[in-house]
């Protein structure tokens, strides 16, 4: 069984461009979140998406935005790219079924650079 | 809010020996679920373990176990016998059970993490 899929898993971008992560969860998961990860913020929370719907947001602002396709499969993009976007932006992949709490399996990450 | 502490930011440990990384969380919702996960240099965040709240039993993968005491809210990582590639950043994390209310569904709260280094 396949896991969790990011891509890029690196990526160097200069200030104001925008980029796009890609995420491809376990099959049969129809849960992605985001996160990213830096050292100072440690690990925060983006968005949730199941059945192609956002059901959560983190405290980010517009620039960052998200959808999920019908294979579940997941993108986030970066707008205006700003400095502090450097990150570690990790996805997580989840059944997502409703009064059901299970595991969450995570991708490699993309490891994003701003110049 | 949820909210997740982990007070030990680095824990060093003979190969072999157990350790106890602790993890305290904070949540007003009934029903939740609560996360250890592993992150060595790579940066790649690997799954060790889930307790459900509802889950009278601690949880128990391998060399991993979860001791979980609800009353104290406290959920901390027991990993027996250490190897030296047990070293990384390992993270607790907790989440809302969805359909409980709320609006914590989806969501991971993370603590700060433990830096776990196992000497030889």
């Known amino acids: 069984k396949a896991g969790v899929t990011q891509t890029p898993r690196y990526l160097i971008k200069t200030r104001g461009q925008q980029v796009t992560l890609s995420c491809s969860p376990i099959?049969?998961?129809?849960?992605v979140s985001w996160y990213q990860q830096t050292p100072g913020q440690g690990l925060q929370f983006l968005f949730e998406?199941?059945?192609?719907?956002?059901?959560n947001k983190g405290n980010f602002p517009g620039r960052f935005s998200g959808r999920q396709f019908s294979n579940s499969r997941s993108e986030m993009n970066v707008s205006t790219l700003e400095l502090g976007d450097s990150a570690l932006y990790l996805c997580?992949?989840?059944?997502?079924?409703?009064?059901?709490?299970?595991?969450?399996?995570f991708g490699q990450g993309t490891r994003l650079t701003v110049v | 809010a949820q909210k997740i502490t982990q007070t030990q930011p680095g824990m060093f440990v003979q190969e072999k020996e157990a350790v106890t990384l602790d993890c305290t969380y904070d949540?007003?919702?009934?029903?939740?679920?609560l996360f250890w996960y592993k992150q060595p240099s790579s940066g790649e965040m690997i799954f060790l373990i889930y307790?459900?709240?509802?889950?009278?039993q601690n949880a128990t993968e391998g060399r991993y176990s979860l001791n979980f005491q609800k009353a104290r809210k406290s959920a901390n990582l027991v990993i027996s016998a250490s190897q030296l590639g047990d070293s990384a950043m390992y993270f607790c994390?907790?989440?809302?059970?969805?359909?409980?209310?709320?609006?914590?569904?989806?969501?991971?709260?993370f603590g700060q993490g433990t830096i776990l280094t196992v000497h030889p």
């Open positions: 997580a992949s989840s059944i997502g079924a409703e009064l059901m709490n299970t595991e969450a399996f």
């Open positions: 099959s049969g998961h129809r849960s």
């Open positions: 998406y199941f059945s192609e719907t956002q059901r």
């Open positions: 949540t007003s919702d009934q029903s939740y679920g």
């Open positions: 307790q459900g709240s509802y889950d009278e």
């Open positions: 994390a907790m989440r809302a059970v969805l359909g409980a209310g709320g609006t914590s569904y989806g969501k991971l709260t």
